[in-house]
């Protein structure tokens, strides 16, 4: 089994931390990962992505082209990443603030209205983690406990009093995503 | 430090550079930020190694400073280092011209990123010609290693110390961007601890650690004036430079056993070209990779031999094609050797380089 996942949104949403949350449960569950981060000016505020690699055999590239996942947070990921998903692949989006919708037939399409359900609940910081759980309802590529335990290693041990925060959210990731209909 | 080393952990390539210098008895680390590796510095303020081995880390006011402060370090018999990328290397070229003239032993990394001049903060793998064929002036040569992966990162950083104080000469990691800011699972290094003065005393009689009453002044410099001793030092290097072409050619062969057309590529490149070399097997096409670890020396002569039995080879780089020539030298002709690169720090994606080979060579 291979996950080749791209994750894509503006600087600020968590897109790099979501993606080394899923590479260290990868790790924790003794698979080979890779994250790759687009490290350039994108950081300090632009769009921001990263490939994330889960697999059972040695990873080649850690740079590629198409993608079986792609998760996109705002209207240029969508437009930039929509045409690189595999032929019956996965496409999961944010519906804040886009204004063209994903138009493939060919792939699956879920909506998560994410950043719409963080800010009404006042936790905006835990958007990355509500998308993390609705990946995870529809890719099982990681399990929610070893999902838990890369949380624990990628978060400083004082910000270790959020950890159920997250959970909750990965829970409320996991009803709040749909699938879309083009 | 707390680690064990067979425990697996997840880092940046940067990252285990900085973790394997203190677990290897590294001495000091001598360094400028600049994009894409600061994440080493950073590294080592944090783990902050001179409470635990005293190994000294120091931010220099700039690359020549650095260098210059390597050099120093390495005058002592210490095992000394710095870091930086492109434009920063480029400022180092004397200091490196200086310590393979007065043979001492040093590490320099290099994660590349794209040229010329300032050019940008994405990678690149340009600096091919600088590293390999002495960017700094005279008949020097050292030691070059591609790493391609972050496990490589942490070996290679204590490889090119071995290989630094085996020939007393400056060796170089030449990483890009990528492997230095991804992440991937590594195993460092076992902590080895830094040598006492007695033991550099006994492994490096050249040092300067004070004159002791058994043995006359030790001087390090890489001027002489008179034309017939610079020649025999440089005759002397010349024979080192053959015994390390002898001795230290490293590469990697994948797939290659029935191949039609081959990938010449290193680095992060050369892991696209696996990834290309993994589609083309699917599509019945027999594709190889060889990649070469060592850049000096280069591996001419399994290229050579591969020369006879393949169709064609195509050097995939992230630069105008630098390392081509040095393809095109171990082929001599035999077969077509084409090239396929991108600039400017964008990196092509396997089903590019894929396609460059089927159009080029098929």
Redesign the interface.
């Known amino acids: 089994m291979t996950e080749e996942i791209i994750i894509s949104g503006f600087g600020g949403q968590g897109v790099l931390s979501m993606g080394k949350i899923l590479a260290y449960s990868g790790l924790v569950q003794g698979q080979e990962v890779s994250w790759m981060p687009s490290y350039g000016p994108e950081q300090r505020g632009g769009t921001a992505n990263v490939t994330v690699i889960l697999s059972n055999q040695r990873i080649s590239s850690p740079v590629l082209n198409t993608y079986d996942t792609a998760i996109v947070l705002n209207q240029p990921s969508l437009d930039k990443f929509e045409p690189l998903v595999k032929p019956g692949g996965t496409l999961i989006f944010d519906g804040n603030g886009l204004h063209r919708l994903p138009v493939r037939t060919d792939i699956n399409l879920y909506q998560i209205n994410a950043t719409e359900y963080a800010y009404a609940n006042n936790s905006s910081k835990t958007i990355n983690m509500i998308i993390l759980g609705g990946l995870l309802k529809i890719r099982p590529i990681v399990e929610i406990e070893n999902v838990l335990k890369g949380l624990k290693k990628t978060l400083p041990p004082r910000h270790h009093h959020l950890l159920p925060l997250n959970e909750q959210a990965i829970h409320t990731g996991m009803d709040l995503i749909m699938p879309y209909a083009v | 430090m707390s680690r064990k080393s067979d425990e697996?952990t997840?880092m940046k390539g940067n990252e285990a550079i900085a973790h394997a210098a203190v677990r290897c008895g590294c001495d000091g680390y001598f360094g400028y930020p600049i994009?894409?590796q600061s994440e080493i510095l950073e590294t080592l303020m944090e783990i902050e190694p001179w409470k635990t081995t005293g190994m000294v880390v120091l931010q220099a006011e700039s690359e020549v400073a650095s260098i210059n402060m390597v050099y120093g370090a390495a005058g002592c018999g210490k095992k000394s280092m710095t870091t930086s990328s492109s434009p920063g290397v480029s400022l180092m070229q004397e200091g490196i011209s200086y310590m393979a003239g007065a043979e001492l032993p040093g590490v320099i990394v290099n994660v590349m990123r794209g040229g010329p001049g300032l050019g940008?903060?994405?990678p690149s793998q340009a600096d091919y010609f600088q590293a390999t064929k002495g960017g700094g002036h005279g008949d020097y040569r050292m030691p070059v290693l591609a790493p391609a992966s972050v496990q490589e990162m942490a070996d290679f950083t204590v490889l090119a110390f071995d290989l630094a104080f085996k020939y007393l000469t400056p060796a170089m990691i030449l990483a890009d961007?990528?492997i230095g800011?991804?992440?991937?699972?590594v195993v460092l290094p076992p902590f080895t601890p830094r040598r006492s003065e007695e033991e550099i005393r006994r492994e490096c009689p050249w040092a300067t650690l004070g004159k002791t009453q058994d043995r006359n002044p030790n001087y390090i410099s890489s001027l002489e004036l008179r034309s017939e001793e610079m020649e025999k030092i440089n005759l002397r290097l010349q024979k080192r430079y053959r015994e390390i072409e002898k001795n230290e050619v490293r590469y990697e062969e994948i797939q290659c056993e029935d191949a039609d057309f081959i990938f010449v590529a290193f680095g992060?490149m050369a892991?696209?070209c696996?990834?290309?070399?993994?589609i083309a097997r699917e599509e019945g096409l027999k594709v190889g990779l060889i990649r070469p670890i060592t850049l000096f020396p280069y591996p001419y002569n399994r290229i050579a031999e591969l020369s006879e039995k393949v169709k064609g080879f195509i050097s995939v780089e992230m630069s105008a094609g630098q390392m081509v020539e040095d393809v095109r030298l171990a082929v001599s002709g035999k077969v077509p050797v084409e090239f396929y690169g991108r600039m400017g720090?964008i990196?092509p994606?396997?089903?590019?380089v894929l396609n460059a080979l089927k159009t080029k060579l098929l």
Do not use: C, H, Y
């Open positions: 697996v997840l994009t894409p940008t903060i994405q961007g990528i800011q991804m992440m991937e699972k992060t892991r696209v696996q990834k290309a070399v993994e720090g990196v994606s396997p089903e590019e």
